[in-house]
């Protein structure tokens, strides 16, 4: 496949602009640690459900508590599927409205990009699961399962592997993640919602209504707020719609925006004080009690001879990085972008491998597609397991060729020569900075002269013949 031309446009992956990589990568610094301590969460899930402990394992994880009353009276693993990942939701929410406003997904022309490959990314897989369940005769209801990106697992990986990924490739991972979990949510609002309740539904929708005024009001006051998202989560999960969906309607709702004299937005010091919670303990506990399955010789065989489950290995690990690198070529191809000049389109389908990394919301849309059928769910759950395995050791012998590359481009862009605490890249005096505007100065003029002819060949045509 030939890279696509120039077309003297915006560079795809290029360097970002200071703000933005502050915030990028203290977003990614919390979400690396809640990654190791995820995997760390995994591994001690499968350690407990394959000894001699199981059973206390299982006696745990299905151990009821809450108040029957309020329809409340949940097992520990309902408790952490549908009340922690609420909270995991809540910060993709503030990360979605983020984007929006402030982010890379601002610019509608900037937007394409990440879309497209999220899109494609998401679309993708669910087609190789299709693909080999109806040549296998098998089950469709696992389509979903494969569409999700993991991004703290990723991010994991990245740590244990080492890799300097410049910022830019780690931004785009992270803008592509969440573009992914807005189509995740869309699933599992959409495709795994079987019988709505009314009532409860307008009584979470009253509940929305108030938070988003006590917001435009200005309110203050965490005692208002957590009492009144619990009643919102509690009244959504009676609904019969998925819980998580409260979480991310309240991110959705915080200003992400800043105003003339704030140091930060509401929603940027909220997600700062609630992203350790998320990714530290809630998605953590989840995959305690979710990815706790039987790994034996002959159960992970039967991972490649069942099509469900060869679908959703093959989804993640062929699907995910043929549509996300696909996409972005696509995008790229038909619209006015270009790869940066540090990266090659090998870096891109290295990163689009390592978003073969799905757990989380695919463990949890595993546990919705195949509700009822335990023998079927944990045999999902190891597909995920092993699709995610094989797509972090591709991932990283990928990223590792390139890594002496990788880590030429960090240290130049973390190089502070004279002290400053600002990177040398972003101060006036430096040569680079100078070349770099320079090109984008150059580039607007581009601009400025296409359109120019543009106008002068449009007014030709209207004259008409002299």
């Given at each position: ?324 690198f696909g996409g972005t070529w696509l995008a790229a191809r038909f619209t006015r972008a270009e790869l940066s000049d540090d990266l090659a389109w090998p870096d891109l389908f290295a990163v689009a491998s390592l978003a073969g990394i799905g757990f989380t919301v695919s463990l949890l849309i ?101």
């Amino acid at each position: 496949m030939a890279a696509p031309a120039p077309r003297n446009d915006r560079k795809v992956m290029g360097p970002l602009s200071l703000p933005e990589r502050n915030f990028v990568a203290e977003a990614l610094r919390t979400e690396t640690v809640g990654g190791i301590l995820l995997l760390l969460a995994a591994v001690a899930a499968l350690i407990w459900a394959n000894t001699p402990l199981r059973d206390a394992y299982e006696s745990v994880r299905s151990f009821h508590i809450g108040p029957h009353a309020l329809g409340l009276d949940l097992s520990i693993q309902h408790w952490a599927a549908d009340g922690l990942l609420a909270v995991f939701f809540f910060v993709a929410g503030i990360e979605l409205k983020r984007e929006l406003v402030a982010g890379e997904l601002r610019d509608p022309k900037a937007a394409i990009l990440p879309v497209v490959a999220a899109l494609c990314g998401m679309i993708a897989p669910a087609l190789v699961y299709v693909l080999v369940n109806v040549t296998g005769d098998g089950s469709l209801s696992g389509w979903a399962v494969p569409t999700a990106t993991d991004i703290a697992f990723a991010l994991a990986v990245l740590a244990v592997i080492g890799t300097s990924l410049p910022s830019a490739l780690r931004a785009f991972l992270l803008t592509l993640a969440v573009v992914d979990d807005l189509f995740a949510i869309l699933i599992i609002a959409v495709f795994f919602t079987s019988e709505i309740n009314f009532l409860p539904l307008a009584g979470a929708a009253v509940g929305l209504g108030l938070f988003w005024l006590l917001l435009r009001k200005g309110v203050r006051g965490w005692y208002l707020y957590v009492p009144l998202g619990i009643t919102i989560w509690a009244l959504m999960y009676n609904s019969g719609v998925h819980a998580t969906i409260a979480g991310v309607a309240m991110g959705l709702m915080l200003r992400c925006s800043r105003r003339e004299g704030e140091a930060q937005s509401p929603g940027e010091y909220i997600e700062h004080l609630v992203r350790p919670l998320s990714a530290g303990l809630a998605v953590p506990l989840f995959a305690l009690f979710s990815a706790g399955v039987a790994v034996s010789g002959g159960a992970l065989g039967k991972v490649f001879e069942q099509p469900e489950t060869l679908g959703v290995v093959l989804g993640l690990v062929v699907g995910k990085t043929i549509g996300i690198f696909g996409g972005t070529w696509l995008a790229a191809r038909f619209t006015r972008a270009e790869l940066s000049d540090d990266l090659a389109w090998p870096d891109l389908f290295a990163v689009a491998s390592l978003a073969g990394i799905g757990f989380t919301v695919s463990l949890l849309i595993g546990e919705l597609a195949f509700e009822g059928d335990g023998p079927m769910t944990d045999s999902v759950k190891a597909a995920v397991l092993c699709g995610s395995l094989i797509a972090a050791v591709l991932s990283g012998v990928l990223l590792k060729i390139r890594n002496a590359k990788y880590r030429r481009l960090t240290e130049e862009e973390e190089r502070d020569e004279d002290h400053s605490g600002i990177p040398d890249i972003y101060e006036i005096g430096d040569p680079a900075y100078h070349l770099r505007m320079a090109a984008y100065y150059e580039r607007k003029a581009a601009e400025h002269r296409e359109l120019a002819d543009s106008a002068a060949a449009s007014g030709a045509e209207d004259r008409g013949p002299a």
